[in-house]
């Protein structure tokens, strides 16, 4: 669940949260009383806060690839998920190859890796902390949001696949008291999810900000109004669901700097990788060793 500790990212953060949501129904898609609707996503944050702290995607790690789209430019990069944290490997800028010198940079940076296991200490400790904030705000998604049923909906569940899935809306419960900073960002998002009730899956978010959100009174900084992100989720194989694509457009301040963020990013090309893999043999396979594609 991508996301690090300023207000921009803590933004991510939170939609994935919400869209790592399942829905614990087997049953045809009907129309759903409001009681029906609540106790749904009720039973949807249960399975995924239990599941979160159980496993994670740890049990199941994939390698893929993360294609993303800036204003600024356009990266392509190779990752693979192991016990000691995310690796990734630079493989394009503006979908050219790299040069010769970026290349050297990207082995570089990969030999310093390997050299000081500090630096992956360090960033699985940050994806650590990521899911000890996924948990804190599952433990608030039951009072603070307002959910409706919405209808079904056809959406895609998987390559070449489609459903018939179920729409919820959602909007800031105004009873809703955030404890903290991150949860704070709920009592100004509203938006849908659409819910496969077969495959217990969310596939799809589109959220979006009601209203400018402070931080810290404003002093901390503040997301504008009008900011939203769309994120889909599909089976990638294996009944291994990840985020495929997502879109964010925001815009802000933190600590009195500007922070605009325009991103689109398609994630392919999944493929499962030995659950006992460390960084090292990760950065092997990147490279092109044995077992790599």
Known sequence: MPVKLDSM?????????????????????????????????????????????????????????????????????????????????????????????????????????????????????SEDNDTERVLKILRVLP??????????????????????????TFKPNPQFNPPDLETGVLTAMAGEIWIDPVEERVVRLAGSLQQDK?????????LDKGGWVEIDLSDVGGQQWRIVHLKLVMNGRVLFKTKNSNSEQQFTQFAPVPANLNYRQAIQLLRGGSGGR
């Open 214 to 222: 402070e931080f810290g009174l404003g002093i901390l900084g503040q």
């Open 9 to 125: 990212r803590n933004l991510i953060f939170l939609l994935t949260v919400i869209i790592g949501t399942g829905a614990a129904s087997g049953q045809p898609v009907k129309n759903l009383t409001p009681a029906e609707a609540l106790a749904l996503v009720g039973r949807a944050r249960a399975t995924e806060a239990r599941d979160a702290a159980q496993f994670g995607h740890l049990s199941h790690p994939m390698r893929y690839r993360q294609h993303k789209t800036s204003p600024r430019m356009t990266s392509t990069k190779e990752i693979i998920e192991t016990n000691d944290g995310d690796v990734a490997r630079l493989v394009a800028i503006n979908d050219q190859p790299l040069s010769t010198a970026d290349e050297q940079q990207e082995q570089a940076r990969l030999d310093a890796l390997l050299n000081n296991p500090m630096l992956q200490q360090h960033r699985k400790r």
């Open 143 to 168: 009072t603070a949001f307002l959910y409706q049923f919405a209808g079904p909906v056809t959406a895609s569940t998987g390559v070449g696949a489609s459903a018939t899935v179920v729409k919820f």
